[in-house]
């Protein structure tokens, strides 16, 4: 190594081989950590709390995003100077962008979430794909809702692509996982919630719902599996099941998109015209 040059940590490190382990669900439930990939996910994992433990980054991506070394730094987490190729042993991307975080778990005992009386939230009942839940996730704190449930039927909240695809919101909004979906619609409409199912055969129609004033209370919409939809005995146990109206000629809607409609209409008949902003706002 050139005289002055930094110093990387090894591959053969403890520590890079720990990391690179929680490219896999059993390793990251006995730790209870995930990986948080790309500097949009490290600068939300280092500005919440105390979650982000380890970065490990090139030499390039420290000066690129100096920045966000330091609100690591500030943080409590030990940064890890590496070459590139340890980057991509350690990251499940196919061009990683040379910052990846461990991160302790920070889903929400779904208790909490009941106690906080939310009044929009999406419930993933049996979503299976991690780059829709993350989606989904997404779209859920673009809309302003107040919390997200993963039940036991769905995919793991800290697979990589899951958290990719929430581009950061994973971290910011409470999220509960692993409930029953039984207990998740039981407990919501104990607390006050209406509890909507999305189904593309669903006999009420989400433009009427909109019209007759019905969607300004306390509203769970509830997203069932991207291939077959929600199964009959979940749909029954929803207040009422709701079509995404086809106005065109495409057979339907993917899960992201009707996840999306679906949050936005709540978000604007509880919102009115008041508290919105737009992506162009200063």
């Known amino acids: 190594m050139p005289a002055g040059a930094p110093e990387l940590i090894s591959p053969r490190s403890p520590r890079v081989s720990a990391a690179r382990r929680l490219a896999k669900r059993n390793f990251r ?6 990986l948080a990939e790309g500097p949009q996910a490290v600068r939300e994992a280092a500005a919440y709390g105390s979650t982000l433990v380890e970065l490990f980054t090139t030499v390039e991506a420290a000066e690129r995003y100096a920045d966000i070394i330091g609100e690591a730094r500030a943080a409590g987490a030990r940064v890890h100077l590496a070459d590139e190729q340890v980057i991509a042993d350690i990251s499940t991307t196919v061009t990683p962008q040379g910052l990846v975080g461990v991160c302790r778990f920070i889903d929400t005992p779904f208790d909490e979430i009941l106690a906080a009386r939310p009044r929009l939230v999406a419930v993933l009942a049996h979503v299976r794909d991690p780059g829709n839940a993350g989606t989904v996730l997404r779209c859920a704190d673009a809309a302003g809702a107040e919390a997200v449930v993963l039940t036991d039927a769905s995919v793991d909240l800290y697979n990589p692509k899951a958290v990719r695809a929430s581009v950061g919101s994973l971290f910011h909004l409470p999220v509960a996982v692993g409930v029953p979906v039984e207990r998740a619609m039981a407990g919501l409409r104990d607390a006050g919630v209406r509890i909507l199912a999305a189904d593309g055969a669903g ?20 997203f069932g599996n991207e291939a077959w939809g929600l199964p009959e005995e979940t749909r029954a146990l929803a207040d009422a099941v709701v079509r995404v109206p086809i106005h065109g000629k495409a057979e339907s809607l993917n899960l992201a998109t009707a996840a999306a409609v679906c949050l936005y209409a709540s978000a604007r008949a509880q919102r009115g015209t008041a508290g919105c902003r737009t992506v162009t706002e200063s």
């Open 203 to 222: 006999d009420r129609d989400l433009d009427d719902e909109l019209d007759k004033g019905t969607m300004g209370g306390p509203t769970a919409w509830v």
């Open 29 to 34: 439930s006995k730790e209870r950590l995930f």
